[in-house]
């Protein structure tokens, strides 16, 4: 430390005056930046994966170079930043009233729901869905476009804003736009953060980044210490660390840190609001908007393991970025991310099947352009993001699962073979109509169906050629078996028979496309536990169990097979 002192002494003198500034390093851990945040670095964004832009001044930069970083891209704090917003930019009233005015003007091309409101105060929570029939919930894909998780972020809510005027007013006018409302669901969250954008356009803090949580309950909102925005721990949730994926691996646990991640996961009403609109919707993909690095972020790597669907993944990451023009031309960058964080795109991705990307608008180091700039950016940014409807249209397979005997649309479990991990829940087709929807590269595809009561179903050589092949999958009810014969329920990829009753040995034959942990146990005809066949980890492919059933007494039992995913049952009738 002597040594930093004195190096600071000699260097100091020679700068005609101490300058804030901001800096880019590049971390390899996480954990550096929480560090770099406890020594007094202020931490601007650290969005964009291995990197971290800093604030510090001149002393703070030759402790970074001692540390060994190299600090690039440095610029001087911007000092354009009026505290009062400029006013192009959108208040949550004026969103409100705009978003009423066209639901009124459009009732046919629009629906607005509120889905909820902000935790703290009861600002609702907006969502505008639009498309020919809104009011109807039809057999069509849809999609959604996320709007400013961080408050500061409002180009998120501007660019998604932009897009509804410019969709309700071209319907039936532009060709392109119409075909996309007919054929489409496109549903629009302009700002998730209603609690947080108030902070950023009242005046109280333009660089407030998390919802309003008054997390020590003393009244005071929007509290904060410090007194420049870059030092001051606020309260509050981040927004963009509280969604339910690897939660307690990302962000902080400290609640005034500038990523507090929240006390539970989904603890937050803004994001519930966004769990419950995704299971009710199946959403095939989707954009959050962010800003700024003028780069595109998506689904993950878990240490190098890459995503079962990371060639699509891939894929439309590049078409997208190549859709995103740069302030001075060129495409965005695109990258994976490692996801074992609670982000919005790991969620979406992992756990509600959609092929989510986080886009961050905007060149470093700019959070809220000048209000004269809006326009101009809104409108590039809706041209990029329209690169997700046109992707709707293949490649890939979509198609309804029905019951081979009533017709009638079946939840069932639909996978790619190839494409199952641990890690992403299973994809179900929705309820209503047993639509259900995968985007691929182009290539030939076996796909499984299957649910409980149904035999399970695989269909190989499914090819698919740029557009989306239509694959209309039909399942037939399991016919009751005779006792102590093959009686199974089967979930896609996991199955369980009893193969041999003899004597007093059961044997059983459990199957599982992909190693779960699992659960084979006896009841008798009461619900009670009698016996524990298997517990624990397996792996994939077939097992055969041997159960000694010398301590049961002749009679009905009923044997649950349970996985992380899936529950199959049978009947074991055992006469001695
Ligand atoms: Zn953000």
């Not at 001149?58 to 009026?82: C, D, H, I, R």
């Not at 050629?465 to 102590?484: F, G, K, R, W, Y």
Request: charge should be negative; hydrophobic fraction near 40%.
């Amino acid at each position: 430390m002597k040594k930093l002192i004195i190096l600071a002494l000699l260097v100091l003198p020679l700068i005609c005056r101490a300058e804030t500034m901001i800096g880019r390093v590049a971390v390899t851990d996480p954990a550096e930046i929480t560090e770099l945040s406890r020594m007094g670095f202020g931490i601007y964004n650290d969005e964009l994966p291995g990197l971290v832009d800093l604030v510090f001044d001149e002393a703070g930069l030759l402790v970074l170079k001692e540390m060994g970083y190299v600090p690039t891209n440095l610029t001087p704090l911007p000092q354009s930043f009026s505290i009062d917003i400029d006013p192009e930019y959108h208040t949550y009233e004026e969103l409100t009233d705009e978003l009423q005015a066209l639901a009124a003007q459009y009732p046919d091309l629009c629906r607005l729901d509120s889905i909820g409101h902000a935790t703290q105060f009861p600002r609702t929570i907006w969502c505008m869905k639009l498309s020919d029939n809104a009011a109807v919930e039809e057999d069509e894909l849809s999609l959604f476009y996320l709007g400013t998780h961080h408050g500061s972020e409002a180009l998120g809510l501007e660019t998604t804003l932009y897009m509804i005027n410019n969709f309700l007013e071209n319907y039936g006018i532009d060709p392109q736009i119409t075909q996309w409302m007919n054929d489409y669901e496109i549903f629009f969250v302009p700002l998730v953060n209603p609690d947080g954008h108030y902070a950023v356009t009242s005046g109280i803090n333009e660089f407030w980044r998390k919802n309003a949580r008054d997390i020590n309950q003393n009244g005071i909102y929007y509290e904060f210490t410090g007194g420049t925005w870059w030092t001051d721990d606020t309260e509050g949730i981040d927004l963009n660390r509280n969604y339910n994926w690897y939660w307690n691996l990302g962000g902080s646990s400290d609640p005034w840190a500038y990523n507090y991640r929240g006390a539970s996961p989904f603890s937050e009403n803004e994001l519930q609001c966004i769990r419950n609109l995704a299971f009710a919707q199946r959403f095939v993909c989707g954009i959050s908007f962010h800003s700024y690095g003028e780069v595109i972020i998506y689904p993950w790597t878990f240490n190098l393991e890459q995503a079962p669907d990371q060639d699509v993944l891939d894929a439309i990451g590049l078409g997208l970025a190549e859709a995103f023009i740069k302030d001075n031309g060129g495409s965005y960058s695109h990258q994976i991310e490692n996801g074992k964080n609670g982000q919005c795109r790991n969620w979406f991705y992992g756990f509600a099947g959609a092929l989510a990307y986080c886009v961050e608008v905007n060149p470093y180091p700019i959070f809220l352009p000048p209000g004269h700039e809006l326009a101009e950016r809104t409108e590039r940014y809706a041209e990029g993001a329209v690169y997700l409807l046109e992707r709707l249209a293949g490649p890939g397979i979509t198609g309804h699962v029905t019951d081979a005997t009533t017709g009638l649309p079946l939840p069932a479990r639909v996978e790619i073979q190839g494409r199952i991990s641990d890690q992403v829940r299973p994809r179900f087709a929705e309820p209503q109509y047993g639509r259900f929807t995968r985007l691929l590269n182009n290539g030939t595809y076996t796909v499984l169906a299957g649910m409980r009561g149904y035999q399970t179903v695989r269909i190989p050589n499914i090819a698919v050629n740029d557009s989306m092949t239509e694959l209309e999958i039909q399942l037939t009810p399991v016919v009751a078996h005779s006792d102590n014969e093959i009686s199974q329920d089967i979930v896609a990829g996991a199955g369980v028979r009893v193969t041999q009753i003899s004597g007093n040995s059961i044997n059983f034959t459990l199957e599982l496309v992909r190693p779960s942990e699992v659960d084979l146990t006896i009841y008798n005809v009461m619900g009670r536990e009698v016996a524990k066949v298997s517990e624990g980890y397996r792996s994939a492919g077939m097992h055969q169990l041997t159960y000694n059933a010398s301590g049961l007494a002749s009679g009905v039992y009923v044997y649950l097979f349970q996985g992380s995913d899936f529950t199959a049952s049978g009947k074991i009738v055992l006469m001695k």
